[in-house]
């Protein structure tokens, strides 16, 4: 079993910056691939970013690259995402996952989530 908690949500002005963090406990927790996902009022739930805990790839949605980046801090168990040039279209629920497999981008990939914080980008 893996928990996993977010923090760092809240309101900014577009234009501006927040950071997430996902806190990620378990006793397996540091073998799981890790993403993000976010979910705006009335829309699907999509994907945000993506990254392994082995040094390798990371992935990102084509409407956040260049302005949100992964990390993480295998020694914390802890994945970050780095949000810049924040766009009130960014406003969602965003939302920490673990996963076991590939297609890190596919929902249903993974295994965990988290409760989600939420992110408010006014104008």
């Known amino acids: 079993q893996v928990q996993l908690v977010e923090s760092g949500g809240g309101l900014v002005q577009a234009g501006g910056s927040l950071r997430l963090s996902c806190a990620a406990s378990?006793?397996?927790?540091?073998?799981?691939?890790m993403g993000w996902f976010r979910q705006a009022p009335g829309k699907e739930r999509e994907f945000v970013a993506a990254?392994?805990?082995?040094?390798?790839?990371?992935y990102y949605a084509d409407s956040v690259k260049g302005r949100f980046t992964i990390s993480r801090d295998n020694a914390k168990n802890t994945v970050y995402m780095q949000m810049n040039s924040l766009k009130p279209e960014d406003t969602a629920v965003y939302y920490c996952?673990?996963?076991?497999?590939?297609?890190?981008?596919?929902?249903?990939?993974?295994?965990?989530w988290g409760q989600g914080t939420q992110v408010t980008v006014s104008l």
């Open positions: 990254i392994r805990w082995s040094a390798g790839p990371t």
């Open positions: 996952a673990a996963s076991t497999g590939g297609g890190l981008s596919r929902r249903d990939a993974y295994d965990y």
């Open positions: 378990g006793r397996t927790a540091s073998s799981y691939a």
